[in-house]
């Protein structure tokens, strides 16, 4: 019972952990690392020296301007509310949308292109042609003349492609030049939202947010993937905690038949505990016998379920056993440190607690 819980302790935690990751490369596929972004406002100003600065960083492997801004997209016939992403020709996610394309390219270099999501497409009717284009409206971040009878600004995007990945994407996220983006709000010509940076590894936010402290003319605040999607963080994590203790229930459970073996044993063993405390033994040292007997089970049990939980996992990932209902996708599963440590200090503890409990001042002679 003992190597059974674990293993499937482990299983079930390394299945969450495989589902989460297998999430979270779609959700947050477009989350940089870090990201820079004003603590007060929608814009900040960097100037061109400062953010080469930034790409110097030795833990920097790429900085990217960007402006979003919410807009309207729409025709003779439909309209639809996205954030519209200004980006340049070095955007670091470059590759990755070209790559996503259903649909003709990612040209951030041509003045006036846009590239939008599949869904967002499909709702706007959107149709591949050199006639078709969409007007994209923004409110205006700064009005110059006192005889300005509209707060917004309008322009004409042409269709450079269309990207699939996952309609939450899809419908979030359209993409043009940086200038023309800039053109429509009306800003300055280092005026930013905010600088998307990946690094080279795991950079905690306060080293960035150190390093950049003066770069810009306003206060900034740093942000991870984490802060870019704290109720999904959150969620995950409260469903991870909840599995968790589903399954420790499950292994304390199990534990009841490590309390009966031991209480059945001190009972067979007591005429040889007689004959032993004959001859100079103790009860205390009797108690500690059996605890350790416990003890030993319970590691050796959380071993061995390690073992075959770890079998299962190369199984899976190599041939995969189990797919995702309705579709032919492998089952996503991860095998890591942190959950062999934690099913074997559950197991471990729930060990000595048992063991404790099953040979307190218990007379076994």
């Not at 900040?44 to 080469?52: T, Y």
Request: charged fraction near 20%; charge should be negative; hydrophobic fraction near 45%.
């Amino acid at each position: 019972m003992i190597v059974a819980a674990s293993c499937v302790l482990l299983v079930v935690l390394s299945a969450f952990a495989g589902l989460k990751d297998f999430g979270l490369a779609y959700t947050s596929s477009f989350d940089p690392d870090l990201k820079i972004m004003p603590k007060s406002g929608s814009y900040f100003v960097l100037k061109d020296e400062d953010l080469d600065k930034i790409k110097g960083f030795g833990f920097v492997k790429e900085a990217s301007p960007v402006i979003e801004e919410k807009v309207v997209l729409s025709n003779e016939l439909n309209s639809g509310a996205t954030i519209l992403k200004g980006v340049g020709v070095d955007y670091h996610l470059a590759s990755v949308l070209d790559s996503l394309s259903l649909i003709g390219v990612f040209s951030p270099s041509k003045d006036n292109s846009l590239y939008l999501g599949a869904d967002l497409a499909s709702s706007l009717e959107v149709v591949m042609s050199e006639e078709f284009s969409l007007l994209a409206t923004a409110a205006k971040k700064k009005t110059r003349s006192l005889f300005s009878f509209t707060p917004f600004n309008s322009t004409k995007l042409e269709i450079e492609g269309i990207y699939q990945i996952s309609v939450d994407i899809e419908k979030k996220y359209a993409f043009a030049p940086i200038n023309t983006v800039r053109s429509l709000v009306g800003v300055g010509e280092n005026s930013y939202t905010s600088v998307e940076v990946m690094t080279n590894g795991f950079v905690g936010k306060e080293v960035l947010s150190k390093e950049v402290e003066g770069f810009f003319n306003s206060n900034v605040v740093v942000l991870d993937k984490q802060d870019l999607n704290p109720a999904l963080y959150k969620m995950l994590n409260t469903e991870n905690l909840a599995v968790y203790l589903i399954f420790s229930l499950v292994a304390l459970i199990s534990m009841f038949n490590l309390v009966g073996s031991l209480t059945i044993m001190m009972v067979e063993k007591k005429k040889d505990l007689r004959v032993l405390r004959s001859l100079g033994g103790q009860e205390g040292d009797f108690n500690k016998i059996f605890f350790t007997l416990g003890v030993f089970t319970s590691v050796f049990g959380a071993l061995l379920g390690i073992v075959i939980a770890w079998v299962v996992i190369v199984f899976q990932n190599t041939y995969s056993l189990v797919v995702v209902p309705g579709t032919s996708i492998p089952y996503p599963i991860s095998l890591t440190l942190v959950n062999v440590f934690i099913v074997f200090s559950t197991i471990f503890f729930l060990g000595v607690v048992t063991s404790a409990w099953s040979t307190r001042l218990r007379s076994i002679s």
